[in-house]
């Protein structure tokens, strides 16, 4: 197996890039960018010549990483599925604790539901002196992990709530009622009873209502308490107010604040924050945020008046300038500015003031002259202040703004004022920087700043997600350069860090656009069995993509479906029906029947062959006329069981053996449409018709089809005539066609157009007859003969024969 380092290496010297070692004792503070030299061509495709393919060893494919744990969780649900007999107790217990310990990504409801499970199963089968499989200390571990806010997925369902309610059940019959466990962002350890547990549990997965219900009944807050009780008590309520923020649920907030202060329990500077960024950032509601912003704030312990916090001041000003209420916003900044020397964060606040009422970078900078020039005359009154200055975090915060203001060109002036006064990027900068060029198109910025990132730690989520983001911007543009993406792509994965789906996804895309299967399975080994079948579903759609995609050639749309069926064995039957379709109209029948069989040996019923996608492969060997495939795929749906066959399926069958030649079997299977209890449809009637064509004795079995129709007084449309009058000429009655097509317009309304005239050529087989029609067709419907000439001909019999002309006379089942 080629050494993954060595990928790093040599990628790194083609890209013309350093090689950096992040352990340096001496590496520069600040990381230098790194100079882009002349433009590289992109690199070619490589070809195996014979003597390679003769002595050089076949690649091995990366083996497949799943997330350590997860088979044996998903093995717990697929036996419980199945009714198969599940893996050991002990090896799932092991699966469960290695899971939740090792897990790098958010834990989807897919990951929960699998967890679940396996609880379940280990709950039922305990060991044989009655002890549980899994211990108070790694249940709590378990717990703690999932309510790890980062692991928190975007949307959450029921699995997470059910799961977290199982573990502390099972804690319960432990006979349990207390445990040291470690709450909140900052891990401090807490003697917590198990109801505050569950509060938290029920606010974070949302059931809010509920955990305020028990929050009610059982939290009572005591301001003479010691201060952990009121830690606590006050937790709780927090908690529930911002279990309700999640559900952005503005009446149950309302409702809790109200409950809040009939409880005495202290309005903090931390709950006006959840406030007013809720007010001001997600609900654009001015009026709230005010108010909750004036309403006095306390301390926790002390009980004694504080300030906002400078992040709380910034979200009000935001909202006071885009809603244009600037004597508000003079306010609050006249208020921080009360003090001798404001701290750094109302400082920050107060520059983001002046860029959202329209100050650009020039009056920033000399507004920053006037705090380094307050702060310095300030400590030489008192030499003990501290010294502020505006720094990278600072910068951040005007860029981030400009950001959400789609404003890149102010962003990147904010930039060159740090570069000017010496502030010092830092990941969140050039991170940011990434993301504002790519907005821009300016993707050779983007590289740039990324350099720069790149010698720095990189190991903050927000930069990983704008490396992510660069990777599918350069996959998406036709000017990439292959080399530095690969060597992108490399230094995440040697980073271990986060590939977001669609990163995956665009990285695939292109290996396959550029030939290279092996890298593209590699990516997929490793990357793609780490999501959930959500995230899963956006690589299958970009691979189902490049298959349809007309300007695939059919051999790499071959090598995608592959990768798709062994990588993706869940696709589902909705996504491999279009793909079979596609070979069928590559004319490839040979390829899409063994999409089809793949469906139809598919182990999981929810994926197997059915009714429909029966019909559409016998729709396509029509198509093909391929009497093979179509003899294989017929004796498949005798043995089928599962598949009942009405009149759809049977319109099919018929049309395809019409297209094989085999017209005396398409007829007998219309003879058992018209005795089955189901009847016929009209596409029925015309595929019977078309059954007809170029057969022994066709015009008895037309004109005999045709008499029964008139005698039921079956209404006959264009569909149904130009069937019936295609039959006749097919038969060689030529004659009879012609009067047909003469008095068609007189008898049944229907105008001759480029369908019925096209298909009365191509039905009259005869060179010397199709003269005669070409001159017909000619002197009285001269534009429709332009048309049949501007789609192009064919001859039969290798040239010798008559003309075909390119027109569509496909019949739907």
């Known amino acids: 197996m080629p050494s993954h ?59 497949v990483e799943v997330p350590e744990g997860l088979e044996k969780l998903s093995a717990v649900s697929l036996a419980l599925k199945t009714s198969t007999r599940p893996p050991e107790p002990a090896e799932v217990a092991d699966a469960m604790t290695v899971f939740f310990a090792k897990r790098r990504g958010t834990f989807e409801n897919y990951h929960v539901v699998n967890a679940y499970n396996a609880l379940k199963y280990l709950r039922e089968n305990p060991r044989d002196d009655g002890r549980p499989w899994l211990n108070i200390k790694e249940l709590f571990t378990i717990f703690d992990r999932l309510l790890i806010p980062h692991k928190r997925p975007e949307v959450v369902e029921n699995a997470h709530l059910a799961f977290g309610r199982a573990i502390l059940d099972e804690v319960t019959k432990m006979g349990v009622k207390k445990r040291k466990m470690l709450l909140g962002r900052h891990k401090v350890p807490s003697e917590v009873d198990l109801v505050f547990i569950e509060i938290k549990l029920l606010s974070y997965f949302g059931a809010a ?6 929050a009610a009944s059982t939290v009572r807050y005591d301001p003479d308490a010691a201060p952990v009780e009121r830690r606590i008590s006050y937790d709780a309520w927090k908690d529930v107010l911002v279990g309700f923020i999640h559900e952005d649920n503005l009446d149950e907030i309302l409702k809790t604040m109200d409950m809040i202060s009939d409880l005495s329990i202290p309005y903090t500077s931390a709950l006006q924050s959840n406030l007013v960024h809720y007010f001001a950032d997600r609900k654009k509601d001015m009026e709230r945020a005010k108010y909750w912003y004036s309403q006095p704030i306390v301390g926790l312990y002390a009980n004694s008046p504080t300030k906002a916090s400078g992040g709380t001041c910034a979200a009000l000003l935001r909202v006071c300038a885009s809603c244009g209420d600037l004597a508000f916003g003079q306010q609050v900044v006249a208020s921080l500015l009360q003090d001798e020397m404001p701290p750094k964060s109302a400082w920050d606040a107060i520059f983001l003031w002046g860029v959202a009422t329209g100050k650009g970078a020039d009056e920033i900078g000399r507004m920053m002259d006037v705090l380094e020039r307050r702060n310095d005359e300030a400590r030489q009154k008192n030499p003990k202040l501290e010294i502020i200055r505006p720094d990278g975090n600072t910068i951040n915060i005007l860029v981030d703004y400009c950001m959400s203001k789609q404003d890149p ?36 910025g983007a590289r740039a700043a990324y350099f720069n990132l790149q010698g720095g730690f990189m190991g903050e989520e927000y930069s990983v997600a704008a490396i992510n ?85 059919t051999a790499d749309a071959w090598d995608g479906y592959q990768i798709l069926r062994n990588v993706f064995v869940e696709t589902p039957r909705e996504d491999r029906v279009p793909i079979m379709n596609e070979f069928f109209a590559r004319n490839r029948s040979d390829m899409a029947c063994h999409v089809f069989f793949h469906m139809r040996n598919h182990l999981s019923p929810a994926l197997a062959a059915n009714r429909d996608v029966y019909i559409a492969a016998f729709t396509g060997f029509a198509r093909c006329a391929d009497a093979e495939s179509l003899e294989l795929a017929h004796n ?20 395809a053996y019409a297209a094989i030649r085999e017209n005396r079997t398409a007829l007998q299977l219309w003879r058992e449409i018209c005795e089955s209890k189901e009847g016929p449809t009209y596409n029925s009637i015309a595929i019977a018709f078309r059954s007809c064509e170029g057969m022994h004795f066709g015009t008895q079995h037309t004109k005999s089809i045709w008499h029964r129709l008139k005698e039921q007084d079956v209404e006959i449309d264009k569909t149904i005539w130009t069937a019936y009058m295609s039959a ?63 789609l192009g001909h064919w001859v039969t019999d290798n040239g010798f024969g008559y003309r075909q002309y390119n027109i569509n006379r496909d019949l739907d089942p």
Request: contains cysteine.
């Open 636 to 655: 498949q749906l005798r043995l089928d069981l599962n598949v009942d066959t009405d009149t759809k399926l049977r319109n099919s069958l018929m049309l």
């Open 409 to 444: 060109y102010s962003a990147e002036r904010f930039s060159v004022l740090a570069e000017k006064r010496g502030i010092l990027p830092n990941d969140t900068t050039y991170s940011m920087q990434i993301k504002y060029r790519i907005s821009v198109g300016d993707l050779d």
């Open 728 to 790: 006749i000429a097919r038969n060689h009655n030529h004659d009879e066609a012609k009067n047909l097509i003469e008095t068609v317009e007189e008898e049944y309304g229907f105008k001759l157009d480029l369908h019925i005239l096209g298909s009365w050529f191509n039905c009259t087989a005869s060179r010397e007859k199709q003269t005669h029609v070409e001159t017909w067709i000619k002197e009285r419907y001269p534009e429709a003969w332009n048309e049949m000439e501007a």
């Open 5 to 63: 380092l060595t990928h790093v290496v040599f990628r790194s010297l083609i890209a013309n890039e350093p090689l950096l070692y992040r352990g340096c004792c001496y590496r520069a503070l600040r990381p230098r960018t790194i100079p882009q030299h002349g433009v590289r061509l992109p690199s070619q495709l490589q070809r195996r010549t014979f003597l390679n393919g003769l002595f050089k060893p076949k690649r091995k494919l990366k083996p």
């Open 209 to 214: 209502t509920e955990a305020r219900d028990m």
């Open 469 to 553: 983001q660069l990777i599918q911007a350069l996959c998406a543009s036709k000017q990439h350069h292959f080399d530095e993406l690969m060597a992108m792509v490399d230094d995440l994965h040697e980073r271990k860090a986060h590939f977001a789906p669609e990163t995956v996804a665009a990285v695939t895309l292109l290996h396959l656009r550029r030939g290279e299967i092996h890298d593209a399975m590699d990516l997929l080994q490793v990357h793609a069995h780490q999501y959930a079948p959500n995230q899963r579903s956006v690589i299958r759609n970009t691979l189902s993509g490049f298959i349809l995609d007309p300007e695939t050639s």
